[in-house]
């Protein structure tokens, strides 16, 4: 069994439940944005292109669960053509928590994105942001193609992996 194997073993764990519990609660207090030095989940992280090196930044995006109500009319209307309730984005909200990071840090690029937890209110992703003018980020050759001018703030159009499943392009 490979080593990342292994380590996706461990968070099915109960002593890991229990931490992820605990963690959550934490979470719950800090901001919606949470610049972090480590992946939470390793194995995910390096599936999705996220290498232990300068010009790579992780953050944990903190998104609200539940359907949205629309603003409240303040003209008349009957009530069968008011439509405030069951007002459903079309959009997943790990495209909605990519793309208020990238709103956050405007410098840097969403390379991916991945699951982390969540709870009655809330849902946590980690998104990997790349930074294309570092240099170590220019000279790698797997990555160095983010750094080209049609990549441009890719996660508003939709072409990050969330995006593209949200739009049906994947099945």
Known sequence: ?????????TFQNKENKELMR????EWRK???????DRPTKIDRARQLGYKAKEGFVLVRARVGKGGRKRPKFHAGRRPKRYGRVKYVPHKSARWIAEERTARKYPNLEVLNSYWVAEDGQH????IILVDPFNPNIMKDKDLNWICEKQHKRRVNRGLTSAGKKSRGLRK
Do not use: N
């Open 22 to 25: 605990e963690r959550k609660i």
């Open 123 to 126: 849902k946590w992703y980690e």
């Open 30 to 36: 800090s901001r919606s944005f949470v610049r972090i």
């Open 1 to 9: 069994m490979s080593m990342y194997k292994e380590v996706r073993k």
